[in-house]
């Protein structure tokens, strides 16, 4: 085997000999600083914030005034001059969430209780928390050098669990309350717990600084708690000088241990880069703040370029990820523009496709499709939002576009709005009419096609492995279908639920199986590995070969090529039309290859459903909460359906009991079986539509 040869197969993909050697450089280089970095961790540690000179001048109380002072730079219009009239606004406009805002304050001071991803609200001790144990496992990270530990273990320890926990997103909470009531409780706490973090957190030790992506979400999130609580009268000069080391130290780990690579770079490096872009801009009196900010800007616009497909997705394939990295480029070119830092207009029109993205995608009730992996991550928790909660962003969007079109009908200003654009931004998005429904739309580059028409809506995933071939977030999900009708929600992506806390399922919840499409021998689209959670080959390769859409009819044909791999090659082709007017869809699969076949078609339902098969074969999926109604009638196979046992996943370690359908058949190919869906609402005589449409299906 060549060296070449090994290099591909290290790297996933096809690479070029320039960017092997590049990258291969570039790892040896890494490898040596990690090492020079190790040896002087003690004084890494030690070492005082490095002020710019005008500033290291300045003496302890002066420096404090300075900040305290100061006109700029400027943060969010929300958190500006301690946040007087945001907390007006706060109470007036948000009185509910205000309250339960003030009470979860309340329960980070008092009780150290707060939420935590999907697990709901979790304690951390009323003493001082321990900052390096997983809450959940009981397992205490240990504070070895940060490159030396290894994140993956499959003894239920969760890493993502505890980055979380030191995300600190408690911190603005604490810091939004502490804004309303100027209740000393609040800042106390503040303080207190970045004593308690510094101590057990010391630089490049721990898991804690295992992650550059996390340093950097920390950065960003602690720069907002200093805003708040700047005024308040436990910033003495002695916790101004602790913070401002605290934050040259994250902004020196962060550029020391990017996660760059030449191959292929995603949200962990755009992270990276915003965490130095945010330090840069906003604390200039810090030695290294011009550097870092030039350089996080530079690269921020940089990864646009190559994470952003020309039809406005993630190229990670998942939007779960779309959305975190909607809300690093979103508040961040909010951030420059505020400070007056020149961004070109072809960046703001890729934001744009990003939120037009975001507003097709969406389900009739506003809820997001999962699709790909999603672990619930917000760059900027403001308010806690669930994993498929994507909808606050097309406010945001409305208001810096000034797009009626980002406007749902019906939907209020959500206090995002309030702290990041200010009285103003909640003014501008008052003013603006709302958009019309969504209609059917491609975006052939991400593979994500939706078709549909007032509340009927599909969405059919022709998308790959993502990351240009070397996805890391990608499931076998290619030709599968979400469907909602009548306001209810009836297919829908399982998720992801967990990562590396519980391989088993991570390898479950990503898997063919597990997804409404056509699994062929038990044989997943794309290769995947329970022991490589992060690693998707890129195998399926799906393909659009017509897309039509009109008022009365969309059509869309696509095939992947994943059971190409099989000792007799099999291609699934999916066509799925959808009549609007008539209200239904029709499903074919065609299987085309050589040799007999096992065959398990699949459709995958939302959690709360009643599912029942009838005598004849139609199944019946019904949401008693409002009476709504999804038939589906399969023509084309002999086989019985069957139900199936399953979970769906809205948010990272949370799942619900669910329910797939299944036809399982033996067949020589080629083979081809079609589904008719029919939503009924409720009041609509079920037996008449489903004949109808059958009929309709039929004669098409």
Known sequence: MTIITKLKRMFRGEVSVRTAALEMLRRIRASLALRSERTGLAALDRQPARLCPEFARLSPPELLEHFRARQTPEFFPGFAAGAQRTAALQQDLFPEETTELISQAKRIANDHCWPLLGYGEKCFGV???????DPLSGYDWPLAHHAEIHLSRDDGSDVRVVWELNRMAQLITLGRAYAVTDNQRFSTEFFRQLVSWRQQNPVGRGVNWNCAMEVALRAMNLLAAFELFLRAPQMTETELAELLRMFDQHGSHIRRNLEYSHIATSNHYLADVT??????????????????????????LREMDKQLLNDGADYEASTGYHRLK??????SFVLCHINAIGIDQRHWDQLRGMIEYVRAYLRPDNSAPLIGDSDSGQMFPLVRRRGDDHVYLLALGAAVFQEPRFKIEGASAPEELLWILGEQGLSDFAALPAGGPATSQAFPDAGTYLLRHDDLYMLFNTSGAGANGRGSHGHNDALGIEVSACGSNFMVDPGSYVYTGDLKERQRFRSTAYHSTVEVDEVEQNTTAEAAPFVISDEAHPKVIRWESDRETDIAVAEHAGYQRLPQPVTHRRTVQFEKRR???????????????DLAFRFHFAPGLETNVGPDGTIDVCDKMNGARLLIKATGLAAEPVLEARFSSRDYDAKESSVSVCWNVRAAMPFTAQFVLVPVCAGEDQSERLRSAVKASDGA
């Open 326 to 331: 909607l809300e690093l480029w979103l508040y």
């Open 275 to 300: 965490g130095l872009l945010w330090l840069g801009v906003l604390l200039p009196e810090l030695e290294a703040a011009q550097e870092w900010r030039d350089f996080g800007l530079r690269e921020l």
């Open 127 to 133: 003493g001082e928390i321990d900052w390096n144990l």
């Open 583 to 597: 209200r239904f869809w029709r499903v074919e699969d065609t299987l085309s290859g050589a040799g007999t076949h």
